[in-house]
């Protein structure tokens, strides 16, 4: 797309955002159809930037007013020539509108290849039963793509109801757990010096890591600082800590955007489990958030659980986030668009081994 807009069609117009200012891009994102995502805000499309990632903001205007919104992180993908748009958990569209979908990926097809983009991944949450979008997207020329970069299933707690119905909607041993926190003396806390919390919370972390199977921390030191001051600063991101007599016993950060809030790290220390200091961390926060009149919890990645055993590495953590009542919500992944075929069709052959190399060099994921 040239700096004026593209007419794609009688109804819709598709441009590329180019100066939109954060306030701006944000409105669009919250008022897209189902509210958007902070992966998707302009606040983390700037962090990615200075990872080395170039967001580019495309919008799908009707009637001279935003429709839908898509926020694609380009990567150059050296040897293999040209780019890799990643439109991480987006875009946020009027699915049940063919018109709208197509107009909007013509126009990104069009602004990518000019660009020189070889492949456009992207990752709407779209439930994975609505059979007619994947259908309309594989006519669009979608296919699969090799990797979920962002786990597909997770669990939704709905925050609209009163407070005793959220309560009353967890598990048993859940709602146990939360009050035994509660009578034992456990405070929540939002500390008010970042440096020396994040330095607690990332030592959790770090010796949580090693604690468990599989290492889960994937991110190094620098970015994590990185991520969770500028989008605290942001207004967009918030750490929390349970206490007892003082002493942080266990944390968890969380994103803010819109109505909707993101579980995106936990950890504690070893000190004083008994007490069960992450279930009242949880429902605090909670109250928290609906203070703040946020009605969507995402607790933010669970395997299947048809995919889990008892034993597994993961199967305390899903039976924890699934005894706070949420409901499982699984989306359609990861999607690509070749947009050069040569290119792209390089790029798929020549994926896992560039994700694995860039982790080795980087200490970091990709994504």
């Known amino acids: 797309m040239n700096p004026q807009s593209t007419q794609t069609t ?38 990615k930037r200075r990872q080395g990632w170039k967001p580019i903001r495309v919008v799908l205007e009707r009637d001279g007013e935003a429709a839908g919104v898509g926020q694609f992180l380009a990567y150059n993908t050296a040897p293999v020539p040209g780019s890799l748009w990643y439109c991480t958990k987006g875009p946020w569209l009027p699915w049940d509108d063919e018109e709208a979908v197509r107009a909007f990926f013509e126009g990104v097809r069009e602004v990518a290849g000019r660009l020189g983009a070889h ?5 709407p ?14 006519r669009l020329g979608f296919q699969r793509a090799r990797y979920d970069l962002n786990q597909k299933t997770t669990l939704v707690v709905d925050l609209e109801p009163p407070e005793e119905d959220v309560l009353a909607n967890m598990k048993g041993k859940t709602r146990y757990n939360v009050r035994l926190a509660a009578k034992k003396g456990i405070e929540v806390i939002e500390p008010d010096d970042f440096e020396a919390a994040f330095d607690t919370f990332y030592e959790w972390m770090r010796s949580t890591s090693e604690r468990k199977e599989g290492n889960f921390l994937r991110r190094p030191r620098g970015y994590l600082h990185g991520v969770m001051r500028e989008m605290r600063e942001a207004g967009q991101g918030h750490l929390f800590f349970a206490t007892h007599d003082g002493v942080p016993l266990s944390g968890m950060y969380v994103f803010t955007f819109g109505e909707k809030y993101w579980y995106i790290y936990g950890a504690s220390g070893t000190e004083k489990r008994n ?37 597994s590495s993961f199967w305390s953590v899903y039976k924890f986030k699934e005894g706070f009542g949420g409901e499982i919500s699984d989306s359609i992944g990861c999607l690509d668009l070749p947009v050069k075929p040569l290119r792209a069709r390089a790029w798929y052959r020549f994926e896992p081994y560039y994700y694995r190399l860039y982790y080795k060099l980087k200490n970091n994921v990709f994504y």
């Open 119 to 123: 492949t456009v991944k992207i990752e």
């Open 275 to 311: 007490l069960k200091p992450n279930y009242l961390l949880q429902w605090e926060v909670m109250s928290w958030a609906k203070r703040r009149g946020l009605t969507h919890y995402d607790m933010v990645g669970i395997p299947k659980p048809e995919d889990l055993h008892e034993g």
């Open 10 to 47: 009688a109804l819709y117009t598709v441009r590329e955002a180019r100066n939109v200012a954060r306030n701006e891009w944000d409105g669009w994102l919250e008022g897209s159809p189902g509210g958007g995502h902070i992966l998707q805000s302009y606040e983390w499309g700037e962090f």
């Open 125 to 138: 949450e779209v439930p994975e039963q609505q059979e007619d979008v994947k259908a309309l997207l594989a």
